[in-house]
């Protein structure tokens, strides 16, 4: 049985760790033994029954056969897994008993699927992704290593995804669109024809994001109409 630590221990963490457990109650054949996580707070407390035993630090001196990240953030995963794999430590993926893979996908290892993703035939998932809860990846997409596809976010057919790049909660990429390396895509958007890499784009259909400019309060009294 191979025993799986948990890095990080906040909200996304704890997820990993139901996904987890709900595997091993179905007969999968690992079992997670705990967290780590840097905020020395959390140092001996419990979540999902299982500890926090420490700081990344100290992974060496807690006996385990693999890892899985837990953390929200792309760069940071990715930070985090390039370091693991140097040192040698071996990703599992977490994949909710839930979820629906086809049986010819391809699922790098790290990557972290949601309760009732879906993953249809011939997509290729790279590393230490996470398809979060609900999400639909349809037939043929490409997802590089360390993306983020938010929960209820629905990729056409043919949709490439870059490498760290995040598609919001509920946004929408219609078919063939291609989404750039480290880009976001806002929660709702419609991506509807390509995104660049490290462009934040939202709306329908998506555009660049626009920041609006800090209003002085005159102005902000004008805008509301008081
Ligand atoms: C698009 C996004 C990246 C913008 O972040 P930001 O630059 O920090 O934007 P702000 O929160 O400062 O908002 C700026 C303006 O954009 C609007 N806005 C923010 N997100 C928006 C979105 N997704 N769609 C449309 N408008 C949006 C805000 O209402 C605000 O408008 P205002 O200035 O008229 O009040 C972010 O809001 C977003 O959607 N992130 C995705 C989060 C996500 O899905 N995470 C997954 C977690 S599981």
Redesign the pocket.
Known sequence: MKRVLIIGAGGHAQVVADILLRMHEAGADLTPIGFLDDNPHLFGEWRLGLPILGPLAAIDAVDHDAVVIGI?DNRTRQAIYERLAACGERFVVARHPSAIVAHDAVIGAGTVIAARAIVNAGAHVGVNVIL?SGCIVEHHNRIGAHA?I??GATLGGAVTVGEGA?V??G?TVLPQCAVGAWS?V????VVTAAVDDDL?V??IPARP?M??PTLIPSQRRARVGV
């Open positions: 929200g979060n983020h938010a929960p995040l919001g909660i946004a976001v806002g929660g709702g958007a934040v939202s709306g994001h920041k609006t």
